[in-house]
């Protein structure tokens, strides 16, 4: 089983930027695809991104232009860098890892092993 391990979320104004990093125990080239995902307060959890094991980037329409997904094979790490931030990106983002890759990217059943969340707030 994966472990991973979001940080860099806080706090900041709309327009502003941040970076969040998802560090996983195990080797992530080993996993086909792996994601982020955020969860409003009273609302489902929702695709932002994906990056596959051969670097393809997938976003959800909201955050294309804004958002970029890259990952660091040597340091296990996935980043997604966040950048025009706004009001509605208010969440708990997660990264998870896709071990088999046998469902589509976007959705949550696609995924085998998640973070514990990171809270984004942004404030207007």
């Known amino acids: ?40 307060p009273g609302k489902e959890r929702d695709f932002v991104a994906a990056i596959s094991l051969t670097g393809n980037t997938y976003y959800t329409d909201s955050v294309k232009g804004r958002f970029t997904i890259s990952r660091d094979n040597a340091k296990n790490t996935v980043y997604l860098q ?8 208010t969440a708990v983002y997660y990264c998870a890892a896709d071990l088999d890759g046998d469902s589509s990217y976007y959705t949550k059943g696609a995924y085998d092993d998640w973070g514990q969340g990171a809270q984004v707030t942004v404030s207007s």
């Open 82 to 89: 966040m950048n025009s931030l706004k009001p509605e990106d």
């Open 1 to 40: 089983q994966v472990q991973l391990a979001e940080s860099g979320g806080g706090l900041v104004q709309a327009g502003g930027s941040l970076r969040l990093s998802c560090a996983a125990a195990s080797r992530i080239f080993r996993y086909v695809r792996m994601g982020w995902f955020r969860q409003a």
